[in-house]
């Protein structure tokens, strides 16, 4: 099985000596999966803090600064207590602290189905390749569309996942062009087109799918369905 660069860089005996590293935690919590193929089962979010991005549209800037430094085998026994094998890592963004592959590695090990929510602006490859990750490809209506790592692109397995959030036709546009340069080999089910929330009408962004006969998927936040009215699902 291939192992990712942090495990290539650091022994399985280096890594359990180094198991009292830290991560800033913004909270942890149980909820109704809404932002993935997995949309509509209970998961354990660990969200942690701090983003290198501003993105226009961000609903979790809550968790750009404040949080709660915790030990690695700390937020495992947290997760631990929910009984539940699906586990999210978000943010923020989980990539800005550099400790956090040591985190999915550990769940993982675990038995843990673990999935990585990620702006796209850093390298994956960083994460072991047994992780589900959940790439952003940042529109313009962001406003960090520049930050994107493209090269992660080359670098995404089949259960990963790509999703671009679509906030108007130019987002959209955007959006097509970067499929068609893609040459992927990639499932067209794998491919997320997510309207902002309470900006781009779902039905809008399903007509331009369908006009274009574009292979993708329609993906809601069904989170913000159940709950509209909160940040998170509880």
């Not at 993935?36 to 961000?58: A, E, K, M, Q, W």
């Not at 990585?116 to 209506?141: A, H, M, Y």
């Not at 906030?167 to 080999?185: G, H, P, V």
């Amino acid at each position: 099985m291939q192992t990712s660069r942090f495990l290539q860089i650091t022994s399985t005996k280096d890594f359990y000596k180094k198991l009292k590293l830290t991560l800033l935690v913004n909270e942890i919590f149980q909820s109704i999966q809404g932002e993935s193929l997995y949309n509509g089962l209970p998961c354990v979010f660990v969200r942690l803090s701090g983003c290198n991005l501003r993105c226009s549209y961000c609903d979790t800037r809550y968790a750009y600064y404040n949080g709660t430094e915790m030990q690695l085998s700390e937020i495992v026994r947290y997760v631990d207590a929910y009984k539940c094998d699906l586990v999210e890592i978000t943010g923020g963004e989980p990539l800005f602290q550099k400790k956090t592959p040591a985190l999915i590695y550990m769940l993982l090990e675990k038995g843990y189905q673990v999935l990585l929510e990620t702006n796209g602006s850093f390298d994956i490859c960083v994460v072991d390749n047994r992780c589900i990750r959940i790439v952003d490809i940042k529109c313009p209506s962001s406003k960090e569309s520049k930050k994107n790592h493209m090269d992660n692109l080359k670098k995404i397995n089949h259960p990963d996942q790509i999703k671009f959030v679509i906030s108007n036709r130019n987002d959209y546009d955007f959006a097509k062009k970067i499929l068609k340069k893609t040459t992927i080999d990639f499932p067209a089910g794998n491919i997320l087109f997510s309207p902002a929330h309470k900006i781009m009408p779902p039905y809008i962004l399903s007509e331009w799918i369908l006009k274009d006969n574009l292979n993708v998927r329609l993906h809601l936040q069904i989170h913000k369905i159940i709950w509209p009215d909160k940040n998170k699902g509880v």
